[in-house]
């Protein structure tokens, strides 16, 4: 089992940075299993994908909207994966999730379906 927790969510103002962390909680997670991904839904939307990064952190994948502000990151060793935000926008603001793909074989997904094991969830408010 992959037990997600997500954290580090809240209310910033437009141009603010933040960093996003998701950790697998059970002691038996070999993190290293998992391609990565972060997911954001906002009010009235479909989820979307924002950030992957494949098992080893030697890939990266970011949607076009946030390429230039976002990156992601993982530390195999503390079972963590992050997201690192930056120059955040009202346009931001969403519930971001991150999921883990048992799947992957060495590249990352942008689709949703490929992830088998999701987080709750941490809100991200940015105020303009």
């Known amino acids: 089992q992959v037990h997600l927790v997500e954290s580090g969510g809240g209310l910033v103002q437009a141009g603010d940075s933040l960093k996003l962390s998701c950790a697998c909680t059970n002691s038996e997670c070999t993190f290293s299993n998992y391609a990565m991904g972060w997911f954001r839904q906002a009010p009235g939307k479909e989820r979307e994908f924002v950030a992957a990064i494949t098992r080893y952190g030697g890939t990266t994948s970011l949607a076009d909207s946030v390429r230039d502000r976002f990156y992601t990151s993982r530390k195999n060793a503390a079972r963590t994966v992050y997201l690192h935000m930056s120059n955040l926008k009202p346009e931001d603001t969403a519930v971001y999730s991150c999921?883990?793909?048992?799947?992957?074989?060495?590249?990352?997904?942008?689709?949703?379906?490929?992830?088998?094991?999701w987080g709750q969830g941490t809100q991200v408010t940015v105020s303009s």
């Open positions: 999921a883990a793909d048992s799947f992957s074989t060495g590249e990352v997904s942008t689709n949703i379906s490929s992830y088998d094991y």
